[in-house]
């Protein structure tokens, strides 16, 4: 599986942004795909993703502002963040998860996309 991410920059503090990644390769065998983010001096956190059955999960403290959504004819997560704040600054990475095996000792493939940087300014 190959990511491609696209979509960061600079906004302004209270703008919005629009993340997009596209997926290729073994595509239908993705489980779950979403955004990470790694801001400065932090660690890496999720920030969304999608199951394969459309469900989502949000980090807490984003899913007022955050909004993760697919198209799966066009292998592309959509990543809508709205009213960004500095502390949203950071690298938003694209992620992929291919599960395989049972529960129980389920095998855990993982993809990345390469970082965009969102940068937000005060």
């Known amino acids: 599986v190959q990511l491609q991410a696209s979509g960061g920059g600079l906004v302004q503090f209270g703008g919005s942004l629009r993340l997009s990644c596209t997926a290729s390769?073994?595509?239908?065998?993705?489980?779950?795909i979403g955004w990470l983010r790694q801001r400065p001096g932090k660690q890496r956190e999720l920030v969304a993703s999608?199951?394969?059955?459309?469900?989502?999960s949000y980090e807490d403290s984003l899913k007022d502002r955050v909004t993760i959504s697919k198209d799966t004819a066009k292998d592309t997560v959509t990543l809508q963040m709205n009213s960004l704040k500095p502390e949203d600054t950071a690298v938003y990475y694209c992620?992929?998860?291919?599960?395989?095996?049972?529960?129980?000792?389920?095998?855990?493939?993982?993809?990345w996309g390469q970082g965009t940087l969102v940068t937000v300014s005060s």
């Open positions: 999608i199951r394969r059955d459309g469900s989502t």
């Open positions: 992620h992929a998860q291919i599960l395989v095996g049972p529960a129980e000792r389920v095998d855990r493939y993982e993809y």
């Open positions: 390769g073994r595509t239908s065998d993705i489980n779950v």
